[in-house]
């Protein structure tokens, strides 16, 4: 078979052309995702035509002529196609960037022969691009480089990579923990089929009488109580994935059902079976979970109540009493974080008992910790590797029972294991963000003051507990009056929550602003002045100041009694800013040239860019220059990648470490000759003359500078000293969104046209990451807003949206023009003088996409997503 | 694997079809099929469109980009051409074929979850009527609750089309696709039925067709309800032979034959007619407990695809077949 111009002699084992392409031909730039031809992962070109290749019949390899990620640019040479991907950073975890590239440059080969050096419109992309999904969304990156590449753009000439990885990541070479040993032997997880019970017994004997199948083991103990469908019981490892399916299917769960109850309504009910009982679930948030009040399955507040809540209910009265009280409910979906990588591990041990564990995580230091210490294995001869991590988005952070298991099966079996969920696996246990169920009421006095505040939220939290929807941002972002702020989680029988990109965050504000808004149109308030003299802090004040001199905002009309209606809304939204005290990174310098490292991991956030260019200031040299080493835990201390904490921890860092390095290696000037010369911005100032760092490097011997996280200049919080090993740091960064609308109130449909932002997040240090993480927040936010809902079978606990055709994430026909403006000022006192942003970036997003079709259509809606059918119905 | 040299030993041989692959690959992935596969895509007589005076015939094998695209069938059968070019993505109406998508198997979660078992495997209940059904029909024929997903079907019985099957049998869309009262059947062909071709009457002189989809997102996603309209205007202004047929609604794809009646004889102008027959369509429901967002939809998407159809604007919002996928 002719692959990427080479002839191959391969008598194919498997039935489609991805497992070919993957386990026969070690190609591994194709991507499997969704097995079910929607996501575009694993795109390749037949005879020119892109193909989903996990539906394609692996016959039709022989067929035609076949190119793969790995062979746009065989020459060596990137395809114009690839230069605008990295120049336009059109991709963040990569994991969905091959299938996009192979469509990409077989549309431009259309396009070129079609239109020539014409320029195409977005709608051109979006069509021939609609059969791909990428989950960080990177679609206004990919919008540009290939309407740049088609206009002739990158037709000749370098370019400017955005990432160090890039080019690793457009070009397929990018390993992921799914594409290591992709011949080691399969481990497969057996879990529960019931929502509710007591595991009673599993019988192997059918398994481990089959061929290939080489060891098993129990992940549940004895009598342990199944909580939810999809709960790990046992796993097994045989030679390859057929077998080790057909084993799991031929091992015997044996669970004494209980009565069960799915979902937050149902384990309120009367006649509810207690699932939670004296057990303390796993935290939904960052925070862990502690033993707490319940009422059958009803747990919390997570914090405590306030004292004087009668205030609260006393004021808001009175409001009512004089019409300027806003109450109701508003509800949000259980929404699936569907990471593309699924959650994934592979585990070898080496002889003299030392284990390397490649996973697909958030936090290789962390993880390994809590892997060595589930293993009892000496910390030392543990290591975890993530050097490309395909999306998280909060769901890998505690270590995952793939790690656990490959690590013991692997051991078991005496040869290297992988465990890779599927996608029903991905879909059913790999983490969501609890539904919510918010009753909130805010009261204003006749001068349109806040006199009281009241939220309750109810997080439908499955198997987990700990939310923090009611009281963390609405204590925040309008201070002052006294409030009653009570999270409470439904435990029930569903698959637990787990944090999800600012947990809590969206729902909340949902609620919030879009009270705030109804409240603004009751008394009659313009919308921005009742929350300029509600929150009146100097980074809000921006926010406001930018909104209203938004043009789209500043103009905006009513919307007319049309079939299409245009709306505009905003919204705003806070975040907490923090940090890793801990925090540790390495530089080293020498005729090497610069190298940073650190036990730190990119899930597509950027971090090896932003590590980059903050050793690249400090030594004046391009960032392009710098080797960025991260991805293992033998590269030092790390931490998790959660809570907007990288940038805040690690820039100031890798800055120290560098700033050190320069002046160890400028100590070493006087015995090359140049006695009396001093570092300054840029190199090394001798004689009046200027002399490079790249000059100098040559010359001097190797230094290695490590440092901590410098401390910020002033500390002091109200809010609790540290969470995780994050460190709160003073000051609140602020976001806001103007957002444009097009309803079609007789099909429904809802498009977004535009989102703009306004970030406050301090200085900005690496600015093309930075815009990357926002317009991916804007994605995500937009998916909850009108697209993403995981749905759930009442009875049986299972799971219903486990493809990506019944789990929707916002395509890139859905995806709005996007701009972003930087507010750096702010956050001076804090080490580096910048904060994180990628939470920031998606917690206000569906409110204001929910306010513009408010603006639009006249109709408030309470609950996310706004599906079609409910627009439809409200016109009747 | 089997794979036959004719249609002779195609009707032999015994295990699941291929043709593209697309919806096969994707259900023994989920271990909803296994066995042998008989692959036909060397049954080369079942590829390519003809068409004449007499009308169109288009092999089983016939990709959909690839009638999307057919001068032939985008001239004579409009409303084919629009439907085939708006569904699914690119890659898979590049694989994907005509007799494929007619006998895909339904898309309910429930169908296609290895915990579940229903009336289309070999169960005897439907999880979802108890369960969740947003997605399911409101026209309730049957004991499955999962509407129909052939867009394609949708299309041809609009068109009165005819499946040619192996043994020289001529079936209508009905015929072959069933009223929706066997759940569990996917379709009315037995085992060593294979599908050769589908034949369409002549091409309608002046035909004006819309195709349309209700979605959430603007792209790449299943219909919530789906429409199709064909007609033509006497003298350029009275809607004349009006077809409209629906899916996403019922088990099977449904032909209007209320709603085109009344479009009969009505003004290109007469808004409120249309409006009227339109209505038509939603008064046999029979919706379900959670369907029933898609009854104002159904009325909605009918009636946009009429206005579009007599406008003369194909759709625009759908046509996906420019760059010739």
């Known amino acids: 078979m002719p692959i990427n111009g080479r002839q191959l002699e391969v008598s194919p084992r498997h039935e489609t052309a991805v497992d070919v392409l993957r386990n026969e031909l070690g190609l591994t730039g194709t991507k499997l995702v969704c097995g079910t031809g929607v996501c575009g992962a694993c795109t390749i070109a037949v005879d020119g035509v892109p193909v989903a290749s996990c539906v394609l019949p692996a016959g039709d390899l022989e067929a035609g002529d076949v190119v793969t990620i790995e062979g746009i640019a065989a020459d060596g040479e990137l395809h114009p196609v690839q230069k605008g991907f990295l120049a336009h950073d059109a991709l ?118 089959l061929d290939g199948v080489e060891a098993f083991l129990m992940l549940a103990k004895p009598s342990e109580r199944i909580r939810f469908y999809g709960q790990p019981v046992a796993a097994v490892v045989a030679n390859d994935e057929t077998t080790a399916r057909l084993a799991a299917d031929r091992v015997a769960v044996v669970i004494e059902p209980l009565p069960s109850a799915v979902g937050a309504d149902e384990c ?41 809540s009668w205030r609260v209910d006393r004021r808001l009265a009175r409001a009512g009493d004089d019409g300027r009280l806003i109450e109701g409910r508003w509800d949000t979906a259980v929404v699936s974080h569907t990471a593309l990588e699924p959650h994934a591990a592979v585990a070898e041990w080496s002889p003299d008992g030392h284990l390397t564990v490649h996973l697909s995580t958030q936090g290789v230091g962390p993880n390994r910790e809590e892997l060595a210490e589930q293993l009892g294995v000496p910390l030392e001869n ?84 700990g939310s923090l929807v009611a009281s963390f941002l609405p204590r925040f972002v309008y201070p002052g009056a006294p409030r009653s702020l009570l999270d409470f989680d439904a435990v029930s029988n569903a698959p637990p929550g787990t944090a999800f990109r600012a947990p809590g965050g969206p729902p909340a504000l949902f609620a919030l602003e879009g009270a705030v808004e109804e409240l603004a149109e009751k008394i009659g308030v313009a919308p921005i002045a009742l929350r300029r003299s509600w929150n009146r802090r100097p980074l809000r004040k921006a926010m406001y100041d930018w909104v209203e001199g938004h043009p789209l905002w500043s103009t905006r009309v009513a919307p007319g009694g049309g079939r299409h209606r245009r709306g505009v809304g905003v ?196 600015p093309e990451v930075a815009r990357s993480q926002v317009y991916g927040g804007v994605c995500q936010g937009l998916g909850m807003a009108l697209h993403e809902e995981r749905r759930i079978d009442r009875l049986t606990g299972a799971v219903l949206t486990t493809n990506l055709e019944d789990y929707r994430l916002a395509g890139i026909g859905d995806t709005p023009e996007m701009q972003v403006h930087f507010i750096e000022w702010g956050f001076e006192h804090a080490a580096g003088g910048g904060t994180g942003l990628a939470e920031l970036g998606i917690v206000a997003v569906p409110a204001a996409i929910a306010g513009a079709v408010a603006h639009a259509t006249g109709v408030r809606f309470r609950r996310l997503p706004i599906l079609p059918g409910e627009i439809v119905e409200a016109f009747g | 694997m089997i794979r036959p040299g004719d249609v002779g030993e195609a009707v032999a041989a015994r295990g699941a079809y291929r043709a593209g692959g697309t919806d096969l690959h994707a259900r023994r992935r989920l271990g909803l099929s296994d066995g042998d596969i008989v692959d036909l895509r060397a049954l080369e007589e079942l590829r390519g469109v003809e068409a004449d005076a007499g009308g169109a015939r288009i092999g089983a094998l016939t990709r959909i980009a690839t009638i999307a695209g057919h001068p032939a069938v985008v001239e004579g059968w409009p409303a ?229 159809a007599v406008e003369g604007d194909a759709g625009s919002e759908s046509a996906i077949g420019e760059l010739g996928l």
Not at chain 1, 295 to 306: F, M, S, W, Y
């Open chain 1, 92 to 209: 963040q975890c990569g994991y969905c960037t091959p299938g996009f590239v192979v469509e990409a440059v077989a549309f431009y080969s259309r396009w070129r022969a079609e239109r020539g050096m014409a320029r195409p419109e977005r709608q051109d992309i979006a069509r021939a691009l609609a059969g791909h999904l990428c989950r960080c969304g990177a679609y206004q990156g990919i919008y540009r480089a290939v309407a740049d590449a088609c206009a002739g753009a990158f037709d000749a000439g370098e370019v400017a990579a955005v990432r160090p990885d890039g080019e690793a990541k457009v070009t397929g070479a990018a390993r992921y923990t799914t594409d290591i040993h992709v011949d080691a032997m399969v481990g497969r997880i057996i879990r529960s089929e019931v929502a509710h019970g007591t595991l009673v017994g599993v019988d192997a004997e059918g398994a481990l009488t």
């Open chain 1, 382 to 465: 543990v290591e975890v590797v993530a050097v490309h991590v395909g999306g998280a988005f909060g769901a890998k952070q505690s270590l995952g029972v793939e790690a656990v298991a490959a690590a013991r099966l692997a051991r078991l079996a005496s040869r290297p294991v992988r465990v890779v969920f599927d996608r029903i696996e991905e879909m059913t246990v790999g983490g969501n963000r609890p539904g919510t169920s918010i009753d909130l009421a805010i009261g204003a006095d006749n001068s349109h003051r806040l006199t009281a505040m009241k939220v309750r939220s109810v997080a439908d939290s499955g198997a987990s507990a």
């Open chain 1, 268 to 308: 309120q009910a009367d006649d509810a079976p207690d699932v939670h009982g004296w057990w303390i679930p796993p935290s939904n948030n960052e925070a862990p979970t502690l033993p707490n009040v319940r009422r059958k399955n009803l747990v919390g507040p997570t914090i405590p109540a306030a004292p004087f």
């Open chain 2, 80 to 308: 084919l051409s629009l439907t085939a070019g708006a569904l699914a993505t690119p890659q898979i109406r590049a694989v994907g074929t005509l007799g494929g998508n007619l006998l895909q198997h339904n898309r309910c979660p429930y169908y296609r979850h290895p915990g579940f078992t229903c009336y289309r495997s070999g169960g005897s209940s439907c999880p979802a009527r108890e369960g969740d059904h947003r997605h399911g029909v409101i026209f309730d024929l049957g004991p499955c609750v999962a509407p129909h997903p052939s867009s394609l079907a949708m299309a041809l019985m609009a068109y009165d089309a005819t499946a040619v099957v192996s043994g020289d049998r001529r079936l209508t869309m009905s015929q072959l696709l069933g009223d929706g009262s066997d759940g569990s059947r996917h379709h009315r062909l037995d085992e060593g039925d294979v599908m050769i071709a589908v034949e369409l009457p002549p091409a309608l002189l002046g035909e004006r067709a819309a195709y349309l989809r209700a979605t959430g997102r603007a792209l790449a996603e299943w219909p919530i309800v789906e429409a199709v309209c064909r007609l033509r205007l006497a003298g350029g202004s009275t809607i004349e032979r009006p077809a409209v047929a629906v899916g996403g609604v019922a088990p099977v794809p449904l032909r209007l034959n209320h709603v085109e009646e009344a479009l009969a004889g009505l003004g290109a102008a007469d808004l409120s007619g249309q409006e009227e027959a339109a209505a038509l369509s939603t008064t046999e429901v029979t919706p379900l407990a959670m369907t029933g967002h898609k009854v104002p939809l159904l009325r909605n998407v009918v009636l946009e695809a009429v206005r579009r």
């Open chain 1, 571 to 766: 919204a705003f939204g806070s975040w907490f800013q923090g940090h890793d005290p801990t925090a540790e990174v390495t530089v080293e310098a020498g005729p090497g040239g610069i190298r940073v490292v650190a036990g730190v991991q990119d899930l597509g956030n950027g971090t090896r860019a932003m590590l980059a260019s903050a050793v690249a200031e400090s030594f004046g040299v391009a960032a392009a220059s710098i080797d960025v080493v991260i991805g293992g835990s033998r590269h030092g201390r790390g931490f998790m990648s959660s809570g907007s904490r990288t940038t805040s921890s690690l820039w100031p860092t890798a800055r120290a470490a560098a700033d050190q390095a320069a002046k160890s290696l400028a100590e070493q000037l006087p015995a090359v000759g140049l006695e009396g010369a001093t570092v300054t911005d840029g190199g090394v100032l001798h004689a009046d003359e200027l002399l490079t760092w790249d000059e100098l490097l040559p010359r001097l011997s190797r230094v290695v500078e490590k440092a901590t996280r410098p401390p910020d200049h002033r500390a002091l919080t109200r809010l609790p000293h540290r969470i995780g090993g994050l460190r709160f740091g003073r000051g609140l960064p602020e976001s806001a969104h103007v957002v444009e609308v097009e309803v079609d109130i007789r099909l429904g449909s809802v498009r977004v046209l535009r989102v703009d932002t306004a970030l406050a997040a301090g200085k900005i240090h690496a």
